[in-house]
């Protein structure tokens, strides 16, 4: 069996046009992601914010290596840059086939900083901060949907 693998990375929205035009091309992206994960096993969590996609991936290192590379190709990407890629001994978002942490109007991180800096441990140090704040948004919108589907 192939080791578990997790990756973080950081992108530019590529995709044009207003608020609703956004949310509703995300939505198609989760859609498929959700489809096509089930079929390999892949978990995880997006974030739109201020324009950047924040996601993170797991599963068998082939399957997110494959993954990854369409997700470098896809032209509603910009500026793919890898946070993090390491082997996992448990899924941190294993509940989830691609959970949607947000759609943010603003920027919720210093995007310069995750992806300029040229030291590898604050590097480390910022995708950790980004898997976990994803893992926390999702946590929070699946408490908020409990509270009101069972009142």
């Not at 973080?8 to 608020?19: E, H, K, T």
């Not at 990854?68 to 390491?86: K, W």
């Not at 900083?113 to 948004?137: C, F, M, P």
Request: aromatic fraction near 8%; glycine fraction near 6%; charge should be negative.
């Amino acid at each position: 069996m192939s080791s578990l693998s997790q990756i973080a990375y950081i992108s530019r929205s590529a995709i044009v046009g207003n608020q609703h035009t956004v949310e509703n091309e995300i939505t198609r992206i989760l859609q498929v992601a959700q489809s096509n994960n089930r079929a390999k096993n892949i978990t995880g969590a997006l974030l739109y914010s201020g324009g950047y996609f924040c996601q993170v991936i797991e599963g068998t290192q082939e399957d997110i290596e494959t993954l990854f590379e369409s997700i470098q190709m896809d032209a509603r990407h910009m500026s793919v840059t890898v946070l993090n890629y390491e082997q996992i001994a448990t899924r941190q978002f294993g509940d989830w086939q691609m959970a949607l942490a947000g759609i943010e109007e603003s920027l919720r991180f210093h995007v310069e900083g995750l992806v300029d800096d040229a030291t590898h441990i604050k590097v480390q140090e910022s995708a950790r901060d980004v898997v976990n704040t994803l893992y926390k948004l999702v946590m929070q919108k699946q408490h908020i949907f409990t509270q009101r589907t069972n009142p």
